[in-house]
Nanobody, 121 residues
Framework: VQLQASGGGLVQAGDSLRLSCAAS????????VGWFRQAPGKEREFVAA????????AYADSVKGRFTVSRDNAKNAVYLQQNSLKPEDTAVYYC???????????????WGQGTQVTVSS
């Protein structure tokens, strides 16, 4: 599975973005997918995830109520809708996938290149 995140950009605080994670491979619909982010000088952190079976989701406390993860298996894509963006959401966002996630935080077997989100105050 190859993953590619896109949809990032420069926005103002309070704006919205929708990040996309496009995947190659017919089995992607049976992969659990997570979103992570890494800000300059900080460690990578978990943002959100969605299971392929049942569509259960999980969110970091810092984004709960503002971000929504969803998937469209017909398009081999997973999305991260980001609303009410804050300057502290500025980071490179990565999507990751795994055929059988044991924990929301990983490990994830496949990782994509990130997309930059910059939120100005």
């Amino acid at each position: 599975v190859q993953l590619q995140a896109s949809g990032g950009g420069l926005v103002q605080a309070g704006d919205s973005l929708r990040l996309s994670c496009a995947a190659s491979g017919r089995a992607f619909s049976t992969y659990d997918v997570g979103w992570f982010r890494q800000a300059p000088g900080k460690e990578r952190e978990f943002v959100a995830a969605i299971l392929w079976r049942g569509g259960s989701t999980a969110y970091a406390d810092s984004v709960k109520g503002r971000f929504t993860v969803s998937r469209d298996n017909a398009k081999n894509a997973v999305y991260l809708q980001q609303n009410s963006l804050k300057p502290e959401d500025t980071a490179v966002y990565y999507c990751a996938a795994d055929p059988q996630l044991s924990d929301w935080y990983g490990p994830y077997h496949y990782w994509g290149q990130g997309t930059q989100v910059t939120v100005s105050s």
